[in-house]
C-alpha cells in the first residue's frame, strides 16, 4: 500500500516482505530522482543508502543501475527501492538527504559513475589520485607501479606478461 | 527541511592567518581506527571538518563478487569485528530468509544468546575506551576484565575470541551444553552488580559529566537527513531499534525495552548504551532459562546456496545501529553485487555537520561517542 | 648547600658535592616514584605491576631508566634548535635548586633561606618557561597546543596556590620553611582545611598531573608539549614531574601537616612519610578522574578557587586580627 505520491517514477511493483525484505520497488529516471527522493522525503521517510549495480553485462539492464533505498521512520515498516538506470550520469539527490553525499561519492568512486550536481565529487574510499573503479565488473588491476614493493619494479613488459600481483 | 550540510572541502587559505589546520591524522590515539579528520581550527573552536576515510578499505563487496555465499562468510565478521557475531548470525539469516530455510528452535535460541553477549562485550569495549579517550585510565581495564569472561564464554563453544563463524546457513555450527549455559547464567547475575559499578564509578563522576553533557547534540531531524540509528538516535528519544521494528529470528518472544534517553548529547548516549546492556542481559536471561532441546541445523539445507533472482534486504542491529545487506542475486552460487550499509558510515558522514562549535577537546568526547568501528566504515 | 660549603675545604667541590647529591635525591627519588606509581596504579586497576625485576620488581624503573639512557637522541629537522635543546634544561633545572631549600628535619636543610617561600614560588613559575620553549621549539601544531595550554593552566593555578599560602604565612609572621615548620604545635591544616584543599588542587595542576594533565592529553594530543622529544630528554621532562610532585607535597607538609614533626619515629621520617602519603594521594587522583576539559579548568580555577582562597585569605585576616 502506498501511500505516498511518487510522480517521478515509470513503473512499481509490490514485493513479498518476507521474502524479499523489500515492500516496494520502482522504477525511475536518473534525473527524475531529485523529485522522487522530494517525495519521499516529505512523506518522512529516510535514505537507507545508495547503491550501484554494474550490470553492463545482463541483457535487459545493460548499463550501470543506482538503487536507492528509502524506509519509513515509524510504524509501519515500509521499504521501498527505486531503481534508476544510468546512461550518462546520475543525478544528486543531496539538496535533499543530506547523508546521500557520501553514498553519492562512493558510487562514483567505486563504479565511475558521475553524479551531477553533488558539491564535493572526489573519491572517498580509494585514494584521490588512484585510478580505475574496483567494483566495476571489468575492473583489472595490473598497473606495474601499483605492484611496486620497495626496493623491486616490475618492468611493464614483466606485468603485460606474467602474473600481475607481487 | 534542514538546510544542505556543506560537503566540506577544507582548502587552506592562504590570506587568512587567524585560523589554523591541524590534521588529526590516520595515526591517533582517539580516532578508533585509522581514521582522518582535517580540522579547521581557530584557536581551540572547530570551524569545520572534513573526515577522509579509505585507509581501512579492505574491499569487502568486491570480496562477494568473487566468492559463494559460504565462502563469504567468515568476511562478515570481520566487517565490524566488535560486532562479529550478530553480523555473521545477520548474514545467516539473510541467505535463510532469502533461500527460505528454517532455523531450529534452538539454534534460534543460541543465536540470541550468542548475539546478545557480543552486544554487551560491544559496548563494554566502548565504554572502555571512552573513557580512556577523556582520560579516565581506570575504567579501561575493568571494562575489558568484564569482556574477557566474555569471549573466555564464547570462544569455549566457537573457538574464536572476537570474529567468529559461528553461524551456518541453517543453524549454527556447534551445540552448547550446560556449562555454557551455566557459564552465561553466571556471568548475567555477576554482570548486573558490575553496571551498578560503573555507574557509581562513572556516570555519576561530575569530571564526567562536565565532558558529556550539553555535548555534541545530535538531534532526531539528523535521523530524516542522514538517517542516523542505533543508540546515537536512541539518545535523541527517537525509539528505534530493528529487534523492535522487524523482528528477525525470534525477537519478538522476548520482553525487553527499547532503551531511550533525551537530549542527544554524548551522555545521553552513554546512558542508552548502559541501558541496552542491562536489556541484554534481560535478553539473556530469559534466553538461558526457555531454551529447548533439539537439534541446532536444518535437517534439509541445499548444498548449494543459490537465492532466487533479484534484490534480497536484510537488516539486523549490530551495536552501532542498522546494519543493511542488500545483494543482488542471479540465480547463481555466486552474487551479483553485495552491498553492505553500517551505520558508523552514516555517523562519521555527520561530523561535518555535528562538530563544528564545539572545541578540540570536544570532539574526542564526540567521536568516542557515537561508537564507530573504521573497518566498518571502509569494508 | 651551606652545610656543603663548609664541610669541604673547597668551597668550590663543596658546590659540586652539593649538586651531585641534590642530583643523587632527583635520581634515587625518581626511581622510587616511578615504581610506585607503577604498583599503586596497578592495583587500582586490579593488575600487578612490574614484578619481574627485582624483588616486588623494584628495579624495574632502572632498567628503563638505562634503556631510556641508552636511546639514540633523535633532534627532528623542523625544531628551533635553541629552544628545543635549552627547554628540557629550563624545565629541570629550577626544581633541583629548589630541592635544597626544604627543611627535613629540625637540623636538616641544604640551605636555610629566610625569604624560602618566596623563591619557591617564583622558581615553579620558572617551569612555565621552559613548557612554553618546548612547545614552541618543536615546531609542530601538536606541541604547540600543548604547551599554550601549559602556560594558560599553569599562570592560572599560581593565583589561587599563593592566596592558600598567604594565611600561613600570616599565623607564622615568616617566610622560612625552616620557622613555618618549627611553630607548628598542631599542624595548620586543622585551622587552614579551606587553604589545604585549595593548595593541594592548585599544586596538582601546576605539576601538571591529571585531572589537569591538559598540557600533555594523551588522547588528544599525542604527548602534549613533548610530543617531539625522545630519548633523554624526555627523560628529563619525566624527571623533571616527578621532582615538582615532591616540592609541592613537601611544601604542603611543611606548611599545613607540621613538618617533620611527629611522636616516637625520627623527624626525617615523619617527614618523608607525609610527603609520599600526599603524593600517593595525588596518584590516587590521576587514576581515577578523566580529564577537565580546557575551558572547565579555567573556570574552575577562576570562578572557585580564586572567590574561595580570597575569602579564606580575609577570614584569616579577620580572625587574627581579632
Known sequence: ?166 | MTPLAPSMQLVPDEQDSETYYLNMGPQHPSTHGVLRLRLHLEGERILGVEPVIGYGHRAHEKMAENRDYLQFLPNTSRIDYLSGMIYNLGYCQAIEKAMQIEVPERAEYIRIICGEMNRISSHLLWFGTYLLDLGGFTPFLYAFDDREKILDILDSVTGSRLTYSYGRFGGVCMDVDDTFLRAVADFCDYFAKRIEEYHKLVTHNVIFRHRTKGVGVMGADLELDYAVTGPCLRAAGVARDVRKDEPYGIYERFDFDVVTAEGGDCLARHMVRMGEMEQSLKIIGQAVRNIPDGPVMAAKVPKRIRPPEGEHYFACESGRGHFGMYFRSDGTDVPVRMKLRTPSFVHVSTMPVVLPGTMLADTVAILGSIDIVIPEIDR | MTVFLHLFDNPWIGIAAGTGALMGFVTVNALWLIWLERKVSARMQRRYGPTEVGPFGLLQTVADMLKLIGKELITPDHVHRPLYLIAPVLVFAPLVALLSLLPIDADWVFHDFDIALVLLLAFSGLNVIGIFAAGWGSNNKYALLGAVRAVAQNISYEIPLLLAVIPIVLMTRSLSLHEIASAQAYPFILVQPLAFIIYFISATAETNRAPFDIPEAESELIAGFHTEYSGMRFGAFFLAEFTNMVIVCAVATILFLGGWKGPLLPGWLWFFIKVYGLIVVMMIFRWTFPRLRFDQLMTFAWAILVPLALVNLLVTIVVLKL
Open chain 1, 1 to 166: 500500500m502506498i501511500d505516498l505520491v511518487l510522480d517521478g517514477v515509470t513503473g512499481s511493483t509490490e514485493i513479498e516482505f518476507d521474502e524479499r525484505g523489500l515492500h516496494h520497488r520502482h522504477e525511475a529516471k536518473a534525473a527524475d530522482m531529485p523529485a522522487v527522493a522530494a517525495a519521499f522525503r516529505t512523506a518522512r521517510f529516510c535514505l537507507e543508502h545508495i547503491t550501484c549495480l554494474d550490470l553492463r553485462q545482463v541483457e535487459e539492464v545493460g548499463a550501470f543501475r543506482v538503487d536507492y533505498q528509502f524506509n519509513r521512520i515509524g510504524n509501519p515498516l515500509d521499504r521501498h527501492v527505486v531503481q534508476a538506470i544510468v546512461t550518462d550520469a546520475a543525478t544528486s539527490i543531496t539538496a535533499v538527504y543530506p547523508g546521500a553525499d557520501w553514498y553519492e561519492r562512493e558510487v562514483f568512486d567505486m563504479h565511475g559513475v558521475h553524479v551531477d550536481g553533488h558539491p564535493n565529487l572526489k573519491r572517498l574510499l580509494m585514494p584521490e589520485d588512484y585510478t580505475g573503479h574496483p567494483l566495476c565488473k571489468d575492473f583489472l588491476d595490473e598497473d606495474p607501479e601499483r605492484h611496486q614493493l620497495s626496493g623491486v619494479v616490475i618492468e611493464p613488459e614483466e606485468a603485460a606478461g606474467g602474473t600481475a600481483d607481487a
